[in-house]
């Protein structure tokens, strides 16, 4: 447990000797950036020993941290742990130091928090490599003491789980081994943490869970958080027709169209996907529904007939507008038995945009003097009205948005 009296701190890599330092907690950037808080609300310290280092932002922690490699932190805390980009480059950044011959690495292992979802001074714990299957991993005997009996959440990076331990030396309560961004520390050690464990630990991709979920190996739930927002999936042709008289024409067109969604994964959910057919893109319906009240589309189609008119000489075309519905929040997913170290994962801070039931969108026309190739292809033998495929549009195709959401261990 705490102890209000202790003026060092321990830090040692497991199976190492224990080292005692005195590391002030010391603002040592003076340079003030956007966003930022007061000077020393993000701080950063080698468990091989080292004094910590403190900063008046987590980009600037970051890049101390990193050697560098990553100058381009989000300002915002719990922003930047909530994007898997962001991650990524850290879990990169920690892969480019090992590699690196000319100097001691430095590899994010994680980032703990003061306060809960992320939020209020942060600490971040560096090591001389990467989590490895083979290898002993990483311990912190007694965090400093501004973090003593005060961290609320934690973030994980390089292939790292975390434990949490309530006394010194890996003693005491403790949490059960966890990996990503947990918004608390829990297991009753909130607010008590004195040591701290970190090993390796492999996580699934969202698509590998979602396959579970679809062979009923686990359960995939979905809860919805926050509004749904609307928004059109852009103007795209639907029908097409060359007036080649001198006169005036309007051409009823037919047309159909189909609209499909995306989703923050680039995992396709659609109704005709492999991954989710069922049990996940379901869920995500079903949720939604329960949530706002009204249906959910993954994608549609709309048959309709439009009054198109086109002057004389002219090519004109049939454009659709399609509304769209934006919702997000997170997966559970529960296995019976342990897999990949734990009972249940979460696929968090997954959004999906779909085309919005019965809605027709925006309809209208346009039209333009037709080229002289365009003539020549299309007024031939006498023609008077020639109607045409319309040109393909990936906005009215099904698209896949770059993967943001992230898959961590549970429980939160």
């Known amino acids: 447990m705490k102890s209000r009296s202790k003026k060092t701190v321990i830090i040692a890599a497991a199976g190492t000797s224990v080292l005692a330092l005195t590391v002030p907690i010391a603002a040592l950037a003076t340079t003030t950036e956007p966003g930022s808080q007061a000077a020393g609300s993000h701080c950063t310290v080698d468990i091989s020993g080292g004094p910590v280092q403190c900063f008046p932002t987590y980009r600037a922690a970051i890049a101390a941290a990193t050697d560098g490699r990553v100058k381009d932190a989000p300002l915002d805390v719990r922003a930047a742990v909530a994007n898997p980009a962001f991650q990524k480059k850290i879990d990169v950044a920690g892969t480019a130091a090992e590699l690196r011959a000319d100097a001691e690495p430095s590899v994010v292992i994680g980032t703990e928090y003061l306060d809960a979802d992320h939020t209020g001074k942060s600490m971040s714990f560096t090591a001389e490599s990467k989590c490895t299957p083979d290898g002993p991993g990483f311990q912190v005997d007694q965090v400093p003491a501004e973090f003593n009996d005060a961290i609320s959440s934690y973030q994980t990076f390089n292939d790292c789980q975390a434990r949490h331990f309530a006394d010194p030396e890996l003693k005491g309560d403790s949490t059960s081994w966890q990996i990503g961004g947990q918004l608390a520390v829990g297991d009753g050690v909130d607010n008590r943490t004195s040591s701290i464990q970190w090993n390796y630990a492999e996580s699934p991709t969202a698509a590998q869970l979602f396959a579970d979920c679809d062979e009923k190996i686990a359960t995939c739930k979905f809860e919805h958080k926050g ?82 008119t086109v002057p004389a000489g002219e090519v004109g075309w049939v454009n659709r507008n399609t509304k769209m519905q934006t919702a997000g929040g997170e997966y559970t997913v529960t296995y019976e038995d342990r897999k990949w170290g734990h009972y249940i994962w979460y696929v968090r801070d997954f959004t999906a945009t779909g085309p919005v039931p019965q809605e027709m969108g925006v309809v209208d026309w346009v039209s333009r003097p037709m080229t002289a190739a365009e003539k020549a292809d299309h007024c031939k033998e006498g023609a008077a009205v020639v109607t045409a495929t319309p040109k393909k549009s990936t906005s009215a195709t099904t698209k896949r948005l770059p993967g943001t959401a992230h898959v961590l261990s549970g429980p939160r």
């Open 227 to 308: 509004d749904v927002t609307y928004s059109y999936g852009g103007a795209h042709e639907v029908a097409r027709a060359y007036n080649c008289t001198s006169i005036e024409q309007v051409k009823k067109m037919t047309w159909s169209d189909a609209t499909g969604g995306k989703n923050s994964l680039s995992v396709e959910l659609g109704a005709s996907y492999k991954i989710g057919n069922a049990l996940v893109g379901g869920e995500y319906s079903l949720s939604f529904k329960a949530t706002y009240g009204h249906e959910w589309n993954w994608e549609n189609r709309v048959t309709d007939e439009t009054d198109l």
